[in-house]
């Protein structure tokens, strides 16, 4: 069984995610686009999910999941009870209407190990300072032709090129992002 404080904390670990109270109910935003929301009573969640899917999944499990209002059917969304879900099924439902929203460059982080992905949030929100204490000293940055060495040189990159995209491979090693790569 899956709670609403479940969905958050896998919502908003994801980059750039947040959560908005509107209309007295709580809605999980990346910009202004709407990823995820609960019902008043926190019993339910509508999700971003294909328009063209979304028949197939409430067909296929019809106690669990449900089409939205008439109003809302012209919005790529569909609606589950939080207590028919299993905790991977909703966090891949959750993720995948995130990726919806978001860049293509940043639908890879949910993968990455949690270093790798709170750096990359760290860099997104430029927050340097936190990201420094998840690099460890000896970082390498590879992107493309660009090979930054060190955590001081990356951290200086960084404040004048402040977006790169996020790596093709990462290592961490006692929860620290060690190396960066892109070929």
Do not use: N
């Amino acid at each position: 069984m899956v709670t609403s404080d479940d969905v958050r904390a896998v919502a908003l670990a994801l980059p750039r995610a947040y959560e908005r109270l509107v209309g007295g109910r709580w809605k999980l935003r990346v910009g202004q686009i709407v990823f995820c929301a609960f019902s008043r009573d926190e019993t339910a969640m509508g999700f971003g999910y294909p328009r063209d899917a979304r028949d197939g999944l409430v067909d296929g499990d019809p106690d669990t999941f449900f089409l939205p209002p008439a109003r809302d059917l012209r919005y790529q969304w569909v609606c589950a009870r939080l207590d028919r879900l299993d905790p991977d099924e909703m966090r891949e439902l959750v993720t995948d209407a995130w990726r919806m929203c978001t860049p293509r460059m940043l639908h890879d982080l949910p993968e990455q190990p949690p270093p790798t992905a709170a750096a990359w949030a760290a860099m997104d929100a430029g927050d340097l300072a936190t990201l420094a204490d998840l690099l460890d000293p000896e970082v390498r940055f590879r992107d493309r032709r660009l090979e930054v060495l060190g955590r001081t040189a990356l951290l200086e990159h960084l404040r004048h090129h402040p977006a790169p995209r996020p790596p093709d491979e990462v290592e961490v090693r006692d929860g620290r992002v060690r190396r960066w790569e892109r070929g």
